[in-house]
């Protein structure tokens, strides 16, 4: 009798999009959240890093091997690795470096990491640990066991998962209309808005966009259909993408000094700077840059308004599309334009820093 290969359950779930009159009303145009910070791992990440696990534990040379993940992040990458592991029955070290807050490790270990090492004063030097001594040095073939490595932006797998939302997105909306009718086809939404670090989401969003334009026409071609913008945001400081944009070439910051850490990504991939510059048809970007202060007003928003607690990174694409910035690269913005902003959420967060971003601001923080 032939016995069917096990489905393997997608450590990621279905996210709602809601539609907020508050914010709408403020933003001048329809604004939609798209709420990923109830995935398992509180972020966006459980959609990428899950994507690049059940690939690799589907990867017919791990069949059979013990699959032990590794992860050099300590934020939300490392955290939405370790959800996956334990969904998925893997074991999952994190690599974090020095400057990682015991909250966030003490996240990693309750969440069930199997270890959590520290090492090196940045997320680099961390990563370079990691594959050297677990990546490169893999187990003994007697051990029939394999290290995987998992990371937290720059992978195809992790772009493909990301952008799984994108098809979501599209069936959660209402058809676009033109004129009382429905235009086939076309994306429901006139803009999405998200935060880049590495760019693991915004490659996500783009590749997603490209895929419903491959199924349905280039977006381009049909008539009276404008292409869907997708702004790119980013906290002054933590701003990889505009500073290589402004270089016209990859280029790295020379250090992080934004408040926003899971921005903090001195440079971004290759694949990033490329959907940047060049996107697909039927896609245009626009990068666009906000500080800490407005990054803390849109975490205030989204706790005040929508009783949701996200981290600095988060907040910044909020605060974009609420503030009056959508005006600046959508000039012909509208009450009945749609703009999705994604909810990316974080787990670096508590009540407590709400409450200090709160008396900051009312002190002045500019």
Not at 198 to 216: I, P, R, S, T, Y
């Amino acid at each position: 009798m032939h016995q069917s290969t096990p489905v393997i359950k997608k450590p990621w779930i279905e996210t709602p999009l809601i539609e907020s009159a508050t914010l709408s009303k403020l933003a001048g145009c329809k604004i939609f959240l798209k709420l990923e910070l109830l995935q398992p791992s509180g972020s966006f990440k459980s959609r990428g890093v899950g994507n690049l696990i059940l690939s690799a534990l589907k990867n017919p040379a791990n069949k059979n091997k013990a699959v032990h993940l590794y992860s050099s992040s300590g934020g939300n990458a490392g955290l939405a690795a370790v959800h996956a592991a334990r969904d998925l029955n893997c074991a999952c070290t994190v690599v974090v470096p020095h400057s990682t807050k015991p909250m966030m490790i003490n996240k990693l270990r309750s969440a069930g990491a199997t270890d959590v090492v520290q090492h090196g004063a940045s997320w680099f030097e961390a990563d370079t640990y990691l594959r050297e001594n677990f990546i490169e040095k893999q187990p003994s073939p007697e051990e029939n066991a394999v290290n995987v490595y998992v990371p937290p932006f720059d992978h195809p797998d992790i772009w493909e998962g990301a952008g799984s939302m994108v098809d979501e997105i599209a069936a959660q909306l209402p058809a676009r209309e033109k004129g009382g009718r429905q235009v086939a086809g076309a994306f429901p939404a006139d803009a999405i808005v998200c935060s880049v670090g590495g760019g693991g989401l915004f490659n996500g969003v783009v590749a997603g966009l490209e895929k419903h334009m491959d199924e349905f026409g280039s977006g381009t071609d049909i008539p009276g259909v404008k292409k869907v913008h997708v702004l790119a945001v980013e906290t002054k400081g933590a701003d990889s993408l505009a500073h290589s944009l402004k270089n016209g070439q990859l280029s790295s910051l020379d250090a992080i000094t934004s408040l926003a850490t899971s921005l903090g990504a001195l440079c971004v991939a290759k694949k990033t700077l490329a959907n940047a510059k060049y996107p697909p048809p039927g896609v245009q970007v626009s990068s666009l840059v906000g500080s800490d202060a407005d990054a803390a007003r849109g975490v205030l928003r989204l706790a005040d308004e929508m009783r949701l607690q996200v981290e600095l990174a988060c907040g910044i694409s909020l605060e974009v599309a609420v503030a009056g910035r959508l005006k600046e690269v959508m000039p012909d913005l509208n009450s009945d334009s749609r703009v999705v902003v994604v909810v990316c959420g974080g787990s670096n967060i508590t009540a407590e820093m709400i409450a200090e971003f709160r008396q900051r601001l009312d002190e002045g923080w500019e």
